[in-house]
């Protein structure tokens, strides 16, 4: 039997409102399968790192919408994304690209400011996804 999959945003009002591209909770039923996507880093194949937080950002982005891609989603499926940020100065450049990226979909989001594994890298996005 194939179902049809429902996401409904929860945003109650006794908490704070979300406000930037996301929502507070997601509800999702009727869903088939997930993914879980590992953090995805600001480099290319051949191991390439650009330097700027924007160049990072689409990079890091695009490794992970090609991580959906490959499993037949795309941005759309996304119910869960935490982006890991090296520095608090990177939030606005991040919000806006992911906003981008994301078009009008609002998934559950965290953004945690961290040291992160090379330090080279400025952000690393790890998401999860329903179909």
């Known amino acids: 039997m194939i179902t049809s999959m429902e996401i409904s945003a929860i945003n109650p009002s006794s ?8 929502v507070n909770g997601l509800e999702v039923r009727g869903a088939e399968r997930m993914l879980f996507v590992s953090g995805q880093i600001p480099q290319d194949r051949e191991g390439r790192v650009p330097e ?3 160049a990072q950002c689409r ?3 695009s490794n992970l919408t090609a991580v959906l891609r490959e499993a037949g989603m795309d941005v759309s499926n996304l119910v869960k994304v935490t982006t890991f940020l090296s520095d608090r100065a990177h939030a606005e450049v991040n919000s ?14 965290t953004v945690i400011i961290t040291g ?3 330090p080279a890298w400025l952000i690393e996005i790890e998401a999860i996804a329903a179909a």
């Not at 908490?15 to 996301?22: F, I, L, R, S």
């Not at 806006?96 to 989001?109: D, I, N, Q, S, Y």
């Open 59 to 61: 990079l890091a982005w």
């Open 116 to 118: 992160i594994w090379d």
């Open 96 to 109: 806006a690209v992911r906003r981008e990226v994301l078009g009008g979909h609002e998934p559950a989001l």
């Open 52 to 54: 700027d937080i924007e």
């Open 15 to 22: 908490v704070p409102e979300a406000v930037g591209g996301y």
